[in-house]
């Protein structure tokens, strides 16, 4: 089944947000769990890796965020991200209560909505403090 169809109820309880933001937020989860994955872990293949971590917080999903949007995006990454209605660290919290609320992502008991609020200014951190590697010019 697609993701559209997956979540045509999201996205009509919540029109906000396209269903390119809940893709991207969905990525951005992988990419959390990945940079969180254990020191003990990093050495075994991936998908041994990951399986056993399930949760991120909200300040590590926002910081997938920002790197993928910034590694797939570059300095278009703002532009991007607001077309599919994120705005903020706040929109990615929108979104990911979103898909809790609909059942496709869990809450754990310590977690709240506000965790996602203020994480980082989106102007520095997706364009003014972008740094073009001299690798990727190449």
Known sequence: MSLRKDLAGVLAR?????????AFVFDALEVAKTVKRPARA?????????SGLKHVNGREVCEGARSLALKQYGLLAMAVLKQ???HSTSDIGEI?????????????????????????DFDAALRR??????????
């Open 14 to 22: 919540d029109p906000r947000y396209s269903i390119q933001a809940y």
């Open 84 to 86: 599919w209605g994120i």
């Open 42 to 50: 990093r050495g075994r293949s991936r998908s041994r890796g990951l």
């Open 129 to 138: 403090d972008y740094v073009l590697a001299l690798e990727d010019v190449a």
């Open 96 to 120: 990911v209560y979103n898909l809790i609320a609909s059942g496709d992502l869990e809450r754990a008991p310590g977690d709240s909505r506000s965790d996602f609020d203020d994480v980082f």
